[in-house]
């Protein structure tokens, strides 16, 4: 029997992760909600979303075959969040260009997505903990 090589996720390095949540930070701010938008909620990005009321809504682009993808991605995203599960829901979106290649096989799913999705959450925490320092007129170190 012929073995398959399983490829390896590509190793983040903490340059790499800094240079993605500043990116991110900037783009968010650019592109921050004003007047009944900012009513709606917070979307900080195309991979989730946080509702005025705290619920976090995960854009899932794997296909859902028993493995239970969409849970594993949500969770990835709610832990860097730091989001409290119960208010955590899925989406399975439609297929369209801006989400990318929307392959399902091999078993690639969460590692493939674990690197984005944590980061996209990260720096949505990031942000959330500036913004909160910048409502209360504290430093960002005395939030959690």
């Not at 949540?21 to 909620?41: D, Q, R, T, W, Y």
């Not at 993808?69 to 409290?84: H, K, N, Q, S, Y």
């Not at 929307?102 to 720096?123: D, E, F, H, I, K």
Request: charged share 15%.
């Amino acid at each position: 029997m012929n073995a398959v090589p399983i490829p390896s996720p590509t190793a983040s390095t903490r340059r790499g992760f800094m240079i993605t949540v500043a990116a991110a930070g900037a783009m968010m701010g650019l592109a921050a909600p004003v007047g009944a938008e900012a009513a709606e909620g917070f979307e900080p990005t195309i991979w989730y979303r946080i509702g005025r009321d705290g619920t976090v809504t995960v854009n899932v682009i794997r296909a859902e075959m028993g493995q239970h993808v969409g849970t594993a991605i949500a969770r990835i995203v709610a832990d860097e969040l730091e989001a409290d599960w119960s208010k955590v829901k899925i989406e399975h979106v439609d297929s369209a260009a801006k989400w990318g290649l929307m392959v399902t096989g091999g078993s690639w799913s969460v590692w493939q997505s674990y690197p984005l999705m944590s980061q996209a959450g990260a720096a949505g925490r990031i942000t959330l903990i500036e913004e909160g320092a910048k409502l209360l007129g504290v430093d960002p170190t005395a939030c959690t």
